[in-house]
């Protein structure tokens, strides 16, 4: 398996443009997950999917901020418009359901390599 | 609701000198206990889990952790460090029969000088 594929790897853009980063999770794995990484804040979960549907955006700092799973294997995180205080890597996560045939029995979350965001 | 504490955000320490990042968990119910290791710029990969059984877990690279519920910790040790260890450690924990969705500290940068 590829592991959980993520583009742009690095994507800069202007204040106001509309930015829009996709993943790709492992084929089988039912949960999704968009996370935030800076140096103030560290590790932000942003909302996270169970079989394409959004369970908690609460971590979803502002409605600049949208995020889709249209199907299985994709999910898209899309800011419009950016701001620079929105730099950062952002990071999708996925694992198989913990109660599911293959899993370990906790949820345990395969990232992918990131998406570097720059807003200048 | 679950939370992690890792007590050191840097910990700088001699290439084959021993090491211990230390991590400290709040939770009301049964957890399930994590360390993911992130090189530069790379994802987050896991290192080991404590689900149940023995305390002690071995993962990846010659890193171990033990879970002591006591003292609501799973600190990570390796005997002998090496360069490639550089990287970024994070705890994480998730309640066991909840959500299972993980919460992860804030991270602890392990320099490895020569």
């Known amino acids: 398996d590829a592991g959980v594929i993520q583009s742009p790897r690095h994507e800069v853009t202007e204040m106001g443009q509309e930015v829009t980063l996709r993943c790709k999770p492992i084929s089988g794995h039912d949960y999704l997950f968009w996370y935030r990484q800076t140096m103030m804040r560290g590790l932000e979960l942003l909302i996270y999917?169970?079989?394409?549907?959004?369970?908690?955006d609460s971590g979803m700092p502002e409605d600049r901020f949208s995020a889709k799973m249209p199907n299985a294997s994709f999910s898209t995180l899309k800011i419009q418009p950016s701001e620079p205080r929105d730099s950062a890597v952002y990071f999708c996560?996925?694992?198989?359901?913990?109660?599911?045939?293959?899993?370990?029995?906790?949820?345990?979350?395969?990232f992918g390599a990131g998406s570097r965001l720059t807003v200048l | 609701a679950q939370s992690v504490t890792q007590l050191d955000s840097q910990v700088p320490v001699f290439e084959e000198a021993p090491v211990e990042l230390r991590c400290n968990y709040s939770s009301s119910v049964s957890v399930y206990l994590f360390w993911y290791v992130q090189y530069p710029n790379q994802g987050l990969q896991l290192l080991l889990k404590?689900?149940?059984?023995?305390?002690l877990v071995k993962g990846i690279n010659g890193f171990e952790a033990e879970f002591n519920k006591s003292q609501t910790s799973f600190h990570l040790r390796k005997p002998s460090v090496h360069i490639s260890d550089t990287a970024e450690y994070f705890c994480?924990?998730?309640?066991?029969?909840?959500?299972?969705?993980?919460?992860f500290g804030r991270g602890t940068s392990l320099i490895v000088h020569p």
């Open positions: 994480a924990v998730s309640e066991a029969g909840g959500s299972y969705i993980p919460t």
């Open positions: 404590y689900l149940s059984g023995s305390t």
């Open positions: 996560a996925s694992s198989r359901s913990p109660g599911s045939v293959g899993s370990s029995g906790a949820n345990v979350l395969t």
């Open positions: 999917f169970n079989n394409n549907v959004p369970i908690d």
